[in-house]
């Protein structure tokens, strides 16, 4: 006998009047919560890369949802303005993307520069629109 349907992150989670299933679906619940409001943490120190990749990568990770800098203002960031070129390559070797969110970082320009990730600039565009930048 169901009591209702739920729809827990997008997907129904079915509700019966049985206790035992109301106990178990709340456990599933719960557990979904806690995950969800996890964020995901990185060890960059452990990561294989140079001393200024990681510094890069730390930055990266400071970049909050739904906006984006650029190759530039990451390099100034960083107390290297003039080094644009060896940023973008520190971005683009990036071993954790998207967990270490190198699609927020775009050309001076505007366009939207590359995304080494799996799927290259389609996932890029993809990730920018999931957390509601308009820029795209």
Same mark, same amino acid.
């Given at each position: 006998?169901?009591?209702?349907?739920?729809?827990?992150?997008?997907?129904?989670?079915?509700?019966?009047?049985?206790?035992?299933l109301?106990?178990?679906?709340?456990?599933?619940?719960?557990?979904?919560?806690?995950?969800?409001?996890?964020?995901?943490?990185?060890?960059?120190?452990?990561?294989?890369?140079?001393?200024?990749?990681?510094?890069?990568?730390?930055?990266?990770?400071?970049?909050? !949802? &739904?906006? /984006?800098? #650029?190759?530039?203002? =990451?390099? %100034?960031?960083? @107390?290297?303005?003039?080094?644009?070129?060896?940023?973008?390559?520190?971005?683009?070797?990036n071993?954790?993307?998207?967990e270490?969110?190198c699609?927020?970082?775009?050309?001076?320009?505007?366009?939207?520069?590359?995304?080494?990730? !799996? &799927?290259? /600039?389609? #996932?890029?565009i993809? =990730?920018? %629109?999931?957390? @509601?930048?308009?820029?795209?």
């Amino acid at each position: 006998i169901l009591g209702s349907i739920l729809l827990l992150f997008g997907f129904p989670i079915l509700i019966a009047t049985n206790l035992k299933l109301h106990y178990f679906v709340f456990i599933i619940i719960s557990f979904a919560i806690l995950l969800a409001n996890i964020e995901c943490k990185i060890n960059i120190e452990k990561l294989n890369g140079t001393e200024f990749q990681k510094r890069v990568w730390v930055e990266l990770v400071k970049i909050k !949802k &739904g906006t /984006v800098i #650029t190759y530039k203002e =990451l390099a %100034k960031k960083l @107390g290297r303005p003039l080094a644009v070129r060896a940023v973008a390559n520190a971005v683009g070797a990036n071993p954790c993307a998207p967990e270490i969110p190198c699609h927020r970082v775009v050309r001076s320009d505007g366009s939207l520069g590359g995304y080494s990730g !799996k &799927g290259g /600039v389609k #996932t890029k565009i993809k =990730l920018l %629109k999931q957390e @509601g930048f308009s820029g795209v």
